[in-house]
């Protein structure tokens, strides 16, 4: 019979242990808001996304960021048509690459007949060295990389700027490590990984506005 009570006691305190933390939960997410995101793509019907150019180095690298940017806005807004347009075409590239941005959305919208445009332009630097010395005459050496992905949103109509924004990232390719008389350790890693992590970690910076938000009330 004292099993029988101790059971369901037992049973009675893990029920409003339960339910107290659901309580909790309740009232925290009560007092938990959305933000709509800083920019509402929903406003126009058509979005046009321009393939992003990049180093000629490193031209694999632009349609690359293009896709995860792609990827971003449509997972973080809907109700709207993205239309990813490969390299520009000789008229819309011959403006970009004397920086007339402006000129060459006009000419993409009455060519596409689209309210806005995305254009993005992805920089890498060139592997670069650094060292360093210890007092007890330890070794270390390095490389790294840095890049700088720039996007803006224009409208075909007027040329004008409605929104941009920059991201940045940086990462190590390789180290080497001499202490003492121990044998040297070395470490690297491999580039196209390299590159594809800091293109997901700039894209995710640029596309901030896009995402809502929550705050606490």
Known sequence: M????RLSFNRLRTLMTTAAAGAAFSACASQMAQVPPRVDLTRYDR???????????????????????????LASQSGFELMELGPADSAVARLLAEGDAPAAAQELGRAKKIPVVFFGQLAVSNTKPHGSVGAGGSVNVGATVSAELNVRLLSTSSGGTLWRSSGAASQSVGQLTMNGGRLPSISATDPNAVYANMVDDMVSQVTRDFRPTWVRQ
């Open 2 to 5: 004292r099993s029988l009570k």
């Open 47 to 73: 979005v046009a996304l321009v393939t992003f150019s990049a180093d000629q180095s490193k031209g694999s690298l632009g349609p690359l960021a293009t896709q995860r940017f792609a990827d971003e806005l």
